[in-house]
């Protein structure tokens, strides 16, 4: 089983910046997907950012150019780099690991960006 723990999350004010860690336990962590999905209030989960395993990164359009993902395999931990945020970034940011077809999941933790 992969335990994921995030961190970093908290109150900031519009055009600010914040970075997110998720560290997690298994011991193959360099053959893992990993993603960052977030959940506002009244909307669905969404994938934010995802690098996979060669370190290729995807984004969802509403944050390119403002997050960053990237991960460093000698410490099992992926980031979420996010800057120029924004009232519309608030939400539970959840870390995410997939290898085979197996997931895991982290409790979250809350961004609140104020305007």
């Known amino acids: 089983q992969v335990q994921l723990v995030e961190s970093g999350g908290g109150l900031v004010q519009a055009g600010g910046s914040l970075r997110l860690s998720c560290a997690a336990s298994?011991?193959?962590?360099?053959?893992?997907?990993m993603g960052w999905f977030r959940q506002a209030p009244g909307k669905q989960r969404e994938l934010v950012a995802g690098?996979?395993?060669?370190?290729?990164?995807n984004y969802a359009d509403s944050v390119k150019g403002r997050f960053t993902i990237s991960r460093d395999n000698s410490k099992n931990t992926v980031y979420l780099q996010m800057n120029s945020l924004k009232p519309e970034d608030t939400a539970v940011y959840l870390c995410?690991?997939?290898?085979?077809?197996?997931?895991?999941w982290g409790q979250g933790t809350q961004v609140t960006v104020s305007s």
């Open positions: 995410n690991a997939e290898w085979n077809t197996r997931s895991s």
């Open positions: 690098i996979n395993s060669a370190g290729i990164t």
């Open positions: 298994g011991r193959t962590f360099i053959t893992y997907a």
